[in-house]
Structure formats: C-alpha cells, structure tokens
C-alpha cells in the first residue's frame, strides 16, 4: 500500500516556475516508478512526466519537455516536479501517482490531487 499527498499548487503568472512535492508513506515506494499526470478543467488526465525509480530515467509529454523536470529522492520517499516557464495552458489539477512498471501507464496509486492555475 502507498499514499501519496501532493503540496506546492499555488497561483502562479505566466512565465514563472513552480515546483510540486509529492510525499509517499510506504515501504515499498523506491520499487516504483512515479509518474505526474495533470487534468484541466473538462477535460480528461493526461501524462506529464515520469521517472524509474532508481531515478536513472526520465520521460515526459511533449507538451512540456524541456520545460518540466521529474525528480525523486527515495530516502525521503519524496517525487517533485520542477515546473518552469509556465503557460496558462498548464493550469490543472496536478496529480501523482506509483506506477508499478516504467514501462506501462498502469497506475497502482493516485494522490488527490493539487491545483496549479497560471494566469497571463
């Protein structure tokens, strides 16, 4: 079992950086991957980015590559997302999540979400 809370949405101009934590409470959160994954307002979640979970690698949307960043620390059994140069386009409902392979798009866990609105 993992749970995961998400904190750092704020309100942000456009332009500016952001970065969201992700804590996770479990033992076994190192054997996962974690993906972030962002739901705007009537529309459907969509992928952002996602990291193995030694941290060795790292994937992301094109939507936001070279703009986005996915870390972790697993010694603090931590995720964050490094948001720069942000659009109003980015505004959503961040979530992530623990994603049992690297490979698929599987999702085991979901936190509950932190809201992130940029405005022009």
């Known amino acids: 079992q993992v749970q995961l809370v998400e904190s750092g949405g704020v309100s942000v101009q456009a332009g500016g950086s952001l970065r969201l934590s992700c804590a996770a409470s479990?033992?076994?959160?190192?054997?996962?991957?974690m993906g972030w994954f962002r739901q705007a307002p009537g529309k459907e979640r969509t992928f952002v980015g996602r990291?193995?979970?030694?941290?060795?690698?790292?994937y992301y949307a094109d939507s936001v590559k070279g703009r986005f960043t996915v870390s972790r620390d697993n010694a603090k059994n931590t995720v964050y997302l490094q948001m720069n140069s942000l659009k109003p386009e980015d505004t959503a409902v961040y979530y992530c999540?623990?994603?049992?392979?690297?490979?698929?798009?599987?999702?085991?866990?979901w936190g509950q979400g932190t809201q992130v609105t940029v405005s022009s």
């Open positions: 999540a623990a994603m049992p392979s690297i490979i698929s798009m599987r999702v085991d866990y």
């Open positions: 479990g033992r076994t959160f190192s054997t996962y991957a």
């Open positions: 990291i193995t979970w030694s941290g060795g690698n790292t």
